[in-house]
């Protein structure tokens, strides 16, 4: 029976350059032997973070990289932790040849992820086909993690930023990265809230 072997590389990052914690990116399972043709999910873990206390995710622009004569990407399933309280994260994930793109951007305040995150963690879940035989490595490359809080508004009518604030630390690529998922995420927002008006009142009895 033909085989795959999938190897894994495990990368250390450091968040913030001034803190003293050394931020650890993995994948988990360390190694897997598949059966071409089927499928295999590898979690990618985030470990190192801080215990109730700074620091903590509250955004991640990252690509994996893999083989791929041997693999394809299927599927991306976010985790939670960008997401305590269910009000939603902007999640975008894209595929190229050999390589897929991954980025999310939590909703939540700088606070309540210091106090609530947990320090160790799966950011996503990545679903692969098997598409030959041999042995393919995965790593991480363009790494960029985050911890700032960056609230912006706009009008959607005109597209104006009418809030920009940035609390924490950013370099220009990482602010300019999290600035175009916040304003993606006002639109989604903006939509939202157009649908429940509309569900509200169209669905609203006639008054006689």
Not at 89 to 115: A, K, M, R
Not at 169 to 185: M, S
Request: contains cysteine; aromatic residues 8%; negative net charge.
């Amino acid at each position: 029976m033909k085989k795959v072997l999938l190897t894994i590389s495990t990368v250390f990052l450091w968040l913030l350059l001034d803190q003293a914690h050394a931020i650890t990116l993995s994948f988990d399972p360390i190694s897997a032997e598949i059966t071409q043709g089927s499928g295999v999910e590898v979690n990618l873990v985030i470990s190192g973070l801080g215990t109730g206390t700074a620091p903590s995710l509250g955004t991640f622009d990252l690509d994996v990289d893999y083989d791929s004569s041997l693999l394809g990407v299927s599927n991306v399933l976010f985790a939670d932790q960008l997401d305590l309280f269910g009000l939603g994260s902007i999640t975008e994930w894209t595929s190229s040849i050999g390589s897929v793109n991954l980025s999310e951007l939590s909703l939540e305040l700088p606070s309540d992820l210091n106090l609530l995150q947990l320090d160790s963690f799966t950011l996503a879940t990545l679903s692969f086909d098997t598409l030959g035989v041999g042995s393919s490595l995965l790593s991480y490359s363009n790494v960029i993690l985050g911890d700032a809080d960056l609230p912006v508004a706009i009008s959607p009518r005109t597209g104006e930023v009418i809030l920009l604030q940035m609390d924490g630390h950013l370099t220009f690529d990482e602010f300019t990265k999290a600035f175009d998922l916040a304003v993606k995420g006002c639109h989604v927002v903006s939509e939202i809230q157009k649908k429940a008006l509309l569900d509200k009142y169209q669905s609203a009895p006639e008054e006689k």
